[in-house]
């Protein structure tokens, strides 16, 4: 979990700092990046596996904490 942790940091640092904004976009593609990157060892179909867990636990993360805010969105 650490190293998941780490990765999933500096992938969010890197993407905020590119993207020059910190919002919700930046933790769902950080978690798509970080589960892509972690399970890259696994071929394809489970790099892209990891992707789509990473994309989904980090949605609804935003979901749960960003209420407030996504609904302005909307």
């Known amino acids: 979990m650490g190293s998941i942790a780490l990765i999933y940091s500096l992938i969010g640092t890197g993407v905020s700092w590119v993207r020059g904004v910190d919002d919700e976009l930046n933790t769902v593609a950080s978690g798509g990046l970080t589960g892509l990157l972690y399970r890259s060892t696994a071929g394809l179909k489970g790099a892209l596996r990891g992707s789509l867990y990473g994309v ?18 909307m």
């Open 56 to 73: 989904a636990a980090s949605s609804v993360y935003v979901m749960l904490t960003s209420k407030e805010r996504l609904q302005t969105y």
